[in-house]
């Protein structure tokens, strides 16, 4: 079985039933934060920390850094999203939602946000800002077709089914 830095052997990223599955994290130099969590049973996403202060100005964008790398497992993918909270109140958003984390990425996680609100916004350090959500990807073999298989929707889109 191959091993990954820090000791981890691949098969220690597999999957374990229903329970999920260890995720390795190294704390990066000067990381006093604590370790991405859930912050409630049930919750799909791991609260992740801003690991620096700054203040982003309305229309700006930051690559807001968390202080961690991760070694996703071979077959999953991260995707990092705001935190609700500070989307609904202050504009803030990931604009390309949902960031990616490919598998094989070991360096800082960092995530990409957007103030889309009216006034600058202070992210402090500490601050659980944005959230980790692990998936699974579905690898395809792309394969070129003169017709594509009919459905039932056809061509129609945006907008295409009404609002009722």
Known sequence: MPELS???????????GERGFELPFRRL??????????AHRGDSGLDLHAAEDLEIQPGARAAV?????????????????MRSGLALRHGLAVPNAPGTIDSPFRGELKVIVVNLGEEPVRIERGMRFAQLVIAPVARVRPREVAELPPSERGEGGFGHTGLR
């Open 6 to 16: 820090g000791g981890t052997a691949a098969a220690d990223l597999q999957p374990r």
């Open 65 to 81: 850094a968390t202080g961690f790398a991760l070694a996703i497992p071979d077959g999953y993918e991260g995707q990092v999203r």
């Open 29 to 38: 130099p000067g990381n006093d934060l604590p370790l991405p969590a859930y």
